[in-house]
């Protein structure tokens, strides 16, 4: 049975013998094409990243296929073993000065902790808010505003019930100056007297130096809509002549001709005057009109004024048109013409005005008197047919 066994042995060494090729000898087709297993893996040294994906045992089949966990478990220890051999090489000087900078750190942090813990016995959940100044500013401004929005309101309210009584008090005057220009021999005094009293009415206590300017502003820069037309009105009654002069052409000084009417439109922050003048004989209704742009500026009250608003009105006349229909430039700033108005009273109705005094200022109260500066303007509704029953539109 021995001698059976090692000549089986001794042909088995024959076989692979002969079948060995060396390094330069060419393997046989065999030997290239049927010998060698079909599923393996020649890594070699270099392993790529699919060899790392598959387990092969020791005849080079594939036993199995790695899961994603085993591929993160995998990497997290050559992570580990890399960063184990990844040693840097340090002077033992620099190794001294590391821990004696370290040391004294650890010291410092040491005595901070302590400082703060034995000064502050609470803990570190508990909120300490570091300044309450900006919480108090921010609840004083709150207050401060609501103090300021209920003084408004309560000032609106006044206003409110303060123009109501006013603007039945300015009705019946208005009424009254209207009545009393229908007269043929009016008391100028007594017309005087009742604007007078009309301003008075508009410069009450609470509405001092808050109603004038802005409610003038408001009239002359007025844009109308569509259907709207501008804020339009007629010269109801003048002190003197040269207070007509002073504001229109003094055309009205030539020669048979006589000063009909004067209308003012106002908007788009312009100032548009008409003179109506009819000659006499077989001649036409003549009508000028002088453009201009307005500026408002306040009044300072006097003593003689009695805290009275004011608002200083200048205008700037740019263009004229004559009654043939032809404009007239005034080309340089030499030839602008400037007009000073001090309105006293203003409103949809009602237009108050005065010529501001000479050098001597206002020595005496404007609307005291027999009026010779006082225009008096109230409101045209309808300007178009006025100035074609007038035969100058």
Known sequence: MSNCLTTILLLAVAVTTSTTTHAFTAPTLQEKYFLRPATALFGGKRRGRLTNNVAVDEDGNVARIMTKKQKQTLGNSKMKRGSEKATVAISPL?????????STESSASNNNNSASTSSSPVSATVFVPFDNDDDEDAISSSSNKKRKTNKKEQQRSQRAALSAAQSQQLDSLLDQIDDLLQ???LDRV???SYISSLVQIGSSSLNNDQVLLPTLKSIISTRPKKDE???????AWVGSDAAICHIGTSLHKVPLARLQ???????????ELY???RILGPFPTVRNTLNGDVKLTKLTPTTTQKNREGVRMQIAYTSMVDGTGKEILAGKADNIKYVDLDVWFANEKVIVATIPPGEEGYEQDPLKGDGSNVLFFVVEENLDEQLEKLRAA
């Open 94 to 102: 620099l190794a001294e000065w590391a821990k004696e900078d370290s």
């Open 183 to 185: 007269t043929t021999n």
């Open 190 to 192: 007594e017309l005087v």
């Open 229 to 235: 037309k501008r804020p339009s009105y007629r010269l």
């Open 261 to 271: 009417e004067v209308f003012l439109s106002l908007g788009y922050n312009r100032w």
């Open 275 to 277: 003179e109506v003048i």
